[in-house]
């Protein structure tokens, strides 16, 4: 069964340094998805993205965010300049149809 | 904004009982969807119930849905050890109006004793 996946699985990073975590959505899905979980909390919404556009993006997504598909299949989100409180794990989603989303292993974020 | 909430916050059972969880919300949805996280792990999509349906069926799981009350329920049937996780419900809204952005609850702990 086709999945979401994602790397690294584990990122380790100095205060102030560009991440990029990577995904790569099922191959037919044409909606794709960042969310993040902060240890012992809830997931919530980063950004959403269709038709190589962003659609949709939270409060939490600032000018140190951004999102790219670089090629049919990579999805990528870099984060400029961490910081401490970008400690987290990263999901990335896909959806066929903009309904039912399946979420990827994860990344987590470790910023130092 | 609307927020899925869910009770109890934590679940324990003996294994072979029924697991019910609890959501509720307090906007209007298009669908809600559930699922399941191992610790540390990824989310494993579960069902998805839409606004006009009431009630969904998928193997051992039952959910159902009441708009009027914005609320849903997860009933795990004949639950097994592997079933210890946290349970969340997720709302969703159409896309055109906010990208089909998930908003999730807090979760349930369900813990299954062998």
């Known amino acids: 069964e086709p999945e979401v996946t994602q790397t690294p699985s584990h990122q380790v990073t100095q205060m102030g340094q560009e991440v990029i975590l990577r995904c790569v959505p099922i191959?037919?899905?044409?909606?794709f998805y960042w969310y993040r979980q902060i240890l012992g909390q809830k997931v919530e919404f980063l950004v959403s993205?269709?038709?190589?556009?962003?659609?949709?993006k939270s409060e939490i997504f600032d000018d140190q965010f951004s999102v790219e598909r670089p090629d049919g299949s990579n999805f990528t989100l870099k984060i400029r300049s961490t910081k401490l409180e970008d400690s987290a794990m990263y999901f990335c989603a896909s959806s066929r149809r903009g309904d039912t989303q399946y979420f990827g292993p994860g990344t987590r974020l470790t910023v130092l | 904004s609307q927020q899925g909430e869910e009770d109890p916050q934590a679940l324990s059972i003996q294994e072979g009982e029924n697991a019910t969880m609890n959501c509720s919300y307090k906007t209007s949805i298009n669908n809600l969807q559930w699922y399941r996280q191992n610790s540390g792990r990824g989310l494993v999509h579960l069902i998805l119930i839409r606004s006009n349906e009431r009630e969904k069926h998928s193997g051992r799981l039952r959910v159902t849905l009441d708009t009027s009350k914005k609320s849903s329920s997860l009933l795990i049937t004949a639950s097994r050890a592997a079933d210890t996780a946290s349970y969340f419900c997720a709302t969703g809204r159409p896309w055109e109006t906010s990208g089909s952005r998930l908003t999730f609850g807090e979760g349930t702990q369900l813990t299954v004793n062998p």
């Open positions: 993205f269709y038709n190589n556009e962003i659609s949709e």
């Open positions: 191959s037919n899905h044409l909606y």
